[in-house]
């Protein structure tokens, strides 16, 4: 069963934020993927792109919540978003997708 974290978050400089972005993705990839993080999507509010919303799969959820626990990833997440950004947790229903 895989798990999901969706980030919600403000940036903390939309001008700067795809740069800031991918440079977080750069620097947290590394150590993320040995802990089970699969897929990374980021996207942008259609009508407010200072609200940002990423969907991040991983395939199990004790190096998840190891990742989300380092104390970088607060660190990086201090630089791109103004405060920090609401994380929530979910599995894998087992229902139909399309």
């Known amino acids: 069963m895989n798990f999901i974290?969706?980030?919600r978050g403000k940036l903390k400089d939309p001008?700067?934020?795809h740069q800031a972005h991918d440079a977080t993705v750069a620097l947290l990839s590394p150590m993320s993927k040995p802990l089970g993080a699969l897929h990374h999507q980021?996207?942008?509010n259609a009508q407010n792109p200072a609200e940002f919303l990423?969907?991040?799969t991983?395939?199990?959820i004790e190096g998840m919540?190891?990742?989300l626990q380092?104390?970088?990833?607060a660190e990086e997440f201090g630089k791109l978003f103004d405060g920090m950004p609401d994380v929530t947790v979910w599995s894998?229903?087992?229902w139909m997708t399309f």
């Open 5 to 7: 974290t969706v980030v």
């Open 15 to 17: 001008a700067t934020a």
């Open 42 to 44: 980021p996207f942008l």
């Open 54 to 56: 990423a969907v991040d």
């Open 58 to 60: 991983w395939s199990n």
């Open 65 to 67: 919540q190891s990742f």
């Open 70 to 73: 380092n104390p970088k990833v």
């Open 92 to 94: 894998e229903s087992g």
